[in-house]
């Protein structure tokens, strides 16, 4: 177990003052069983600005934020400490039938995994369905390992395609990432989705933060640290949603903070909204995210969790 702090800010800024509408934030963490929320507090200006909180369709916490007032800078600022219990690696307790591919989801699981295992992007001339099939390799004297199948693309991406971080909105093609030979988080992470989905797995798009213990003076760069990350959950018998981050070649979720789930990567976007101005007044934005590792867990009475709210908590 590792105790993580989050800090992420953003802030818009304008030459003028303009007037903004919704926000649509997703920064608070999905509390489960290996992701316990500790704190949380959103302090967001210009004030006063209220708040409503909601679940979308995956069961992802969001946060709307209205205003009242023009401003020429917009803030957030969240802060969230968690307890994590990642998967060890390589730890997987797939149902013997599925250890094997290729398999069949139970009868039980099919409707609700249906839209994880349909591609959503074009891939006319079959270039991801031929780069997925080269993981499909025969074992020792008997069918391919699905859990080497899933591994070996993971740690393929890592190893062979070359990452640029880009502030753009968006992802780029799953095809236009293959030929490239190089893209973002979000991209490597909607190729190996649609990569699975092409072999008949459920899987699913990850927002979240990422732990780079480097930046905490430790050992262990990873890429991607410093904003928010994205990676991929592919669903396999008796373990479940199982986490694959292609950027970093991990598996199991080590160093990674699930914030939202979705079938598709628009669907996950950390920040979203709208301002009404000048198209000149915009002068750019600015992302700031550091994770950073507090020691030892929360420890015993650990305080109930505060409901996020407009302004210092």
């Known amino acids: 177990m590792m105790t993580l702090d ?13 007037t903004f509408g919704d926000h649509r934030l997703m920064f608070r ?47 957030f600022e969240s802060h969230i400490r968690v307890e994590h219990y990642p998967m060890g690696e390589l730890e997987f307790p797939i149902e013997d039938y599925a250890r094997s591919y290729p398999f069949s989801y139970s009868a039980e699981e099919v409707p609700d995994l249906a839209l994880t295992t349909q591609r959503h992007y074009p891939d006319p001339d079959h270039l991801v369905d031929d780069w997925a099939r080269r993981f499909v390799t025969l074992g020792e004297g008997g069918p391919p390992d699905t859990q080497a199948m899933l591994v070996s693309m993971t740690r393929s991406i890592k190893e062979t395609f070359t990452y640029q971080a ?36 459920a899987a699913r798009f990850v927002s979240g933060y990422l732990y780079d213990p480097a930046r905490d003076g430790r050992e262990g760069a990873m890429t991607g640290g410093g904003a928010t990350h994205a990676w991929v959950e592919v669903y396999l018998p008796g373990c479940g ?73």
């Open 29 to 75: 963490p999905r509390d489960s069983h290996d992701l316990r929320l500790v704190e949380t507090g959103l302090v967001i200006s210009p004030v006063p600005a209220s708040v409503r909180w909601l679940h979308d369709v995956f069961g992802n916490s969001i946060a709307v934020a209205r205003f009242d007032q023009p401003a020429a800078e917009l803030r």
């Open 166 to 201: 880009r502030d753009l909105e968006g992802t780029q093609s799953p095809v236009e990432t293959l030929t490239l030979k190089s893209g973002s988080c979000r991209d490597f992470a909607l190729l190996m989705m649609e990569a699975a989905r092409s072999l008949g797995f």
């Open 241 to 313: 949603w199982v986490e694959f981050d292609p950027t970093n070649g991990i598996v199991g979720g080590r160093n990674l903070i699930r914030v939202a789930v979705a079938r598709d990567p628009a669907q996950a976007v950390p920040l979203a909204g709208s301002w009404t101005g000048a198209p000149a007044d915009f002068l750019g934005m600015t992302v700031d995210v550091q994770v950073t590792a507090t020691g030892g867990p929360g420890g015993n009475g650990a305080p109930e969790n505060p409901a996020p709210q407009a302004g210092p908590v």
């Open 6 to 18: 989050i800090h992420h800010t953003t802030v818009y800024r304008y030459a003028n003052p303009v």
